[in-house]
T-cell receptor
Framework: DTEVTQTPKHLVMGMTNKKSLKCEQHMGHRAMYWYKQKAKKPPELMFVYSYEKLSINESVPSRFSPECPNSSLLNLHLHALQPEDSALYLC????????????FGPGTRLTVL | AQKITQTQPGMFVQEKEAVTLDCTYDTSDPSYGLFWYKQPSSGEMIFLIYQGSYDQQNATEGRYSLNFQKARKSANLVISASQLGDSAMYFCAMRSSNFGNEKLTFGTGTRLTIIP
């Protein structure tokens, strides 16, 4: 199984809502990533989990809260977002060392009203 | 600091022709890896090809090959016999290490359009 799944595919939320994005992989990878991608821009790294521990936080605002409950799952909890947070959120996984070839999920298109 | 540069914002290529997408990089690390990803309009990032800095031969994966010129710090992607399905955004990326934590740095991308 070489697939990374993400749910939901689309999400519309108000600025006072709390929602979560979910990512799952069954490739035995021990590193998982959250990226944010605005239109016509490259993905921007947000968080990296290595062996279920947060290893990189790229100075992301606290309204984004990541969670890695186990080696297969990665969540991104959203609270009090701003309209400028509207973007495509991509999850990826890889082995934590070596080639670092990352496998990406299809993404969640988030719209904040 | 690592940097990836893609100087072609957009390219139009006739179907069945070969196409070269440019990528240059800058790093002081002796060991690094270079990747190419394809992103169709659906949004998913699809891994295409990998080149390690110590690899003696240029990487190839089907219709994709990587023209790796280490001294010039370039890693151009060559797509042979282009197809309509190759129309997408293409990103060059480099593996970098930050206090032992490895991550990818992406270039700004090239939008490739294949013309029938």
């Amino acid at each position: 199984d070489t697939e990374v799944t993400q749910t939901p595919k689309h999400l519309v939320m108000g600025m006072t809502n709390k929602k979560s994005l979910k990512c799952e992989q069954h490739m035995g990878h021990r590193a998982m990533y959250w990226y944010k991608q605005k239109a016509k821009k490259p993905p921007e790294l947000m968080f990296v989990y290595s062996y279920e521990k947060l290893s990189i936080n790229e100075s992301v605002p606290s309204r984004f809260s990541p969670e890695c409950p186990n080696s297969s799952l990665l969540n991104l909890h959203l609270h009090a977002l701003q309209p400028e947070d509207s973007a495509l959120y991509l999850c990826a996984s890889s082995q934590p060392q070596g080639r670092l070839e990352q496998f990406f999920g299809p993404g969640t298109r988030l719209t904040v009203l | 600091a690592q940097k990836i540069t893609q100087t072609q914002p957009g390219m139009f290529v006739q179907e069945k022709e070969a196409v070269t997408l440019d990528c240059t990089y800058d790093t002081s690390d002796p060991s690094y890896g270079l990747f190419w990803y394809k992103q169709p309009s659906s949004g998913e990032m699809i891994f295409l090809i990998y080149q390690g800095s110590y690899d003696q031969q240029n990487a190839t994966e089907g219709r994709y090959s990587l023209n790796f010129q280490k001294a010039r710090k370039s890693a151009n992607l060559v797509i042979s016999a282009s197809q309509l399905g190759d129309s997408a955004m293409y990103f060059c990326a480099m593996r970098s290490s930050n206090f032992g934590n490895e991550k990818l740095t992406f270039g700004t991308g090239t939008r490739l359009t294949i013309i029938p």
